[in-house]
């Protein structure tokens, strides 16, 4: 729904959004008239918040009670009232700069102390994705006699991951069977054959290789390259759902929202849910990974805001997301959960900080 606000329309809205924010009290009339130094009297700031909320952006919890932000409002207030500050951006990623040392911490530990520094900042609950990569690149493979009908396949990824898995070899037989030095031999050709072919390959790449035009010496390994190729495929391609990592339970519960029982045991909840639940909140599953180019600008900060959400134990909640990046693709995601009555300046830069850290960090 599109709404067109006048400036003072506009201007009371901020003002409203903004006393609510900061009180969690219902807004009246007088105190914006007051706090905010309006040139206009509070009868007149009344019948504005009165069409605002004829409008939907704001309600009133209570007859007597002053007005709050619904989410619509609170949409119309990040979108168009708002400016996030890079000061604070800046800030913080200079704060995790000096407090986290990349070189002295594995992956995990630094990206759960970045979550733990982004929610004590924020108040919110930070949650921050292990980087899980649909592109990962081989950087060697090995076969190795095992016994004559058997090898073993290692495979090493451009991440220095190794992994192995059993072959069986029913082409390399032979009647008499072949003696091991020149099984060996066999093996140790096909292996500088794959390396030559395969060596910076992707998963994907390794889906697509035609390997019907294989050199006259090679023809009679066509079907076992095809089947190592598989395996390999199998052995490396990742769940595209990645762990994620939080921190900040406690700093969230302290806000007056989830005071009550109900609304802190929903939320916990969901954390000790399967992953598979948090992962689509941070992003769109089918953009992750991809290079930049190809995935529009995953740079940008992704704000859902109560009923956006598709889940329902967070409907109440607001959740600001985006991309931390590594060689032009995103490789994961940081972001924070808190009540829809959030600092959005505040939070959007601490969101936008944490992810330059971290993108700097892994480059």
Not at 123 to 131: D, H, I, K, M, S
């Given at each position: 729904m599109t709404f067109h606000l006048t400036q003072r329309q506009a201007?009371?809205?901020?003002?409203?959004?903004?006393?609510?924010?900061?009180?969690?009290?219902?807004v009246g009339s007088k105190a914006l008239a007051q706090e905010y130094e309006l040139p206009i009297s509070p009868a007149t700031i009344r019948n504005v918040m009165g069409g605002l909320e004829k409008s939907g952006l704001l309600f009133q919890p209570h007859t007597s009670a002053g007005r709050v932000p619904s989410d619509s409002g609170y949409r119309l207030y990040v979108d168009r009232l708002i400016t996030p500050s890079h000061k604070i951006a800046a800030h913080i990623a200079q704060l995790l700069s000096e407090r986290l040392s990349p070189q002295r911490v594995s992956l995990e530990t630094?990206?759960?102390?970045?979550?733990q520094i982004l929610a004590q900042l924020s108040?919110?609950?930070?949650?921050?994705?292990?980087?899980q990569s649909p592109q990962i690149t081989l950087r060697h493979v090995q076969l190795v006699l095992i016994e004559p009908h058997k090898a073993m396949?290692?495979?090493v990824t451009h991440d220095y991951q190794t992994q192995s898995t059993l072959l069986d070899l029913p082409e390399l037989s032979a009647d008499p069977p072949l003696e091991r030095e020149s099984l060996e031999q066999e093996l140790s050709i096909l292996t500088n054959f794959l390396n030559h072919h395969i060596t910076g390959c992707t998963v994907r790449d390794l889906q697509t290789l035609d390997w019907q035009e294989l050199g006259q010496e090679f023809q009679h390994y066509s079907s076992l390259v095809h089947h190592i190729c598989q395996k390999i495929v199998s052995r490396v391609e990742p769940d595209p759902v990645a762990p994620v990592l939080f921190g900040g339970l406690s700093e969230v519960l302290r806000q007056p929202e989830f005071t009550e029982l109900k609304q802190a045991h929903t939320l916990i909840d969901l954390l000790e849910a399967d992953n598979a639940l948090l992962w689509p909140l941070m992003w769109d599953t089918h953009r992750v990974h991809l290079p930049l180019e190809e995935a529009g600008d995953l740079s940008k900060v992704n704000i859902k805001i109560g009923t956006e959400h598709s889940l329902e134990p967070i409907q109440s909640c607001t959740l600001v997301s985006t991309s931390y990046q590594h060689r032009d693709s995103a490789w994961g995601y940081v972001g924070v959960i808190g009540p829809t009555r959030m600092a959005y300046e505040k939070v959007i830069a601490l969101v936008e900080g944490?992810?330059?850290y971290l993108s700097a960090a892994l480059g």
């Open positions: 201007h009371i809205l901020w003002a409203t959004v903004d006393h609510y924010i900061s009180t969690a009290e219902p630094l990206l759960r102390h970045a979550a108040g919110c609950l930070a949650l921050v994705t292990l980087p396949l290692i495979l944490t992810s330059s």
